[in-house]
Every structure is written in structure tokens, then in C-alpha cells.
């Protein structure tokens, strides 16, 4: 019977791998990749030798009945994207879907996922937390931080470095300058870089540097009554 697995990678630090991960790199047929050249890297460090495929956001829709069909082929089949958990944020969604309704077995492994160590080291409250993800870009966008700013609970995004400061701009002039947020840099990497402060602070510090890495924004949630 065909089966799927759902397996995280490593979202910079290729430590984070986990062993469970690697067994079933060694053992399923194909691994759909969002990008075989950044995954080869992955393989490559820990000796895999296996057929990937490319699965990413501008094929998945046209040849999603092909990928359902290598899967059906298969006795198995890993989907992995370029980082963290195929589906939170990068493609993977579609395909799961479809491999229930065809009723294929699907199995996920946890693992590496970027918000969940933004959150932790950001210091603000995690009890209750709201995951958003990446801002749309023009339409609802100022509809969608709108509805963030009211929020009670602690919430999450995530930006590009090309964007954070006309995001964090935004943000402070919905939910006031003063909100507190943890801006978290390179995550697990070298440079690792978490900036705990105001919104406007924030701006400020970042207005005056050069901005590289994947980035995710916590913002302390509404206490207004």
C-alpha cells in the first residue's frame, strides 16, 4: 500500500535532523523536494542517495493528479521543502489533501518549524498564540493586521527581510508603537539574532542596518478591555 511521509528539515541548522527523519530518507523510493538543489545539500551531508523530484508552488496545482499517480506507484514517497515542515507556510497542503481523499495512507513526522522557537525566545505569553504566517502583500493586507491588532493572544508571522520594515511600520501604527515584539533573525543558524523591544524601537534598529536571513515577527498581544 502506498504511503506518504511528511518529513521536516532542519530550518538552517542541518543538526536538527532528526533519526527518525533519516531512516525514512533511506527507506521510501522518492522524495518530492520544493527545490532539488537546496534539498541535494541536505542528502548529500548525511550520504542519501535518492531519487527527488521537484514539488513547489508553481507545479503542484497543473500536476497534482502526476504526483497522486508517483505515489500510487510508489511503496513510499517523503515530501520535504526547503526548510522546517512541508504545508506550515510552503507547499505540501495540496497534496495531503488529495492523498486523503484517495485514501492514502499518510504519515508525518514532527520536527523543525520555525514559529515555535520565535515564539519560545520572544518571552511573550504562549499559552494562546495565533500562527498568521506571511502577510498577503496588497489586497487584505491592511484588512489582515487590522484583525491581528485586536487580537488578545500572542501572535506570529512570518516576513522577508526585503519587507520587515514596512511590515513592523504597519504593525505599529495599528497596534501602537509601544506593543511589544521579538523580531527573530537566522533562527538556529550562526547569526542568530532575537530583538525583544517595542515596535517602535524596533524600527528604529533595524532602519539602521542591513537586513538578511528568514525572519519572524512576535507581537504581544491586544490588552486593552
Known sequence: MPKLYIVPTPIGNLEDITLRALRIFNEVELILCEDTRVSAKLLSHYNINKQTLSYHQFNEHKQLAHFIQLIRQSSSVALISDAGTPGISDPGFLLIRECVKENIEIECLPGATAFVPALINSALPSDSFYFYGFLPHKKGRQSAINYLSTLKETFILYESPFRLLKTLEQLAEYCGSERKVCVSRE???????????????????????TIKGEIVIVVEGCNKK
Open 187 to 209: 533562527l538556529t543558524k550562526i547569526y542568530e539574532e532575537n530583538v525583544r523591544t517595542s515596535l517602535a524601537e524596533a524600527i528604529e534598529y533595524f532602519s539602521k542596518k
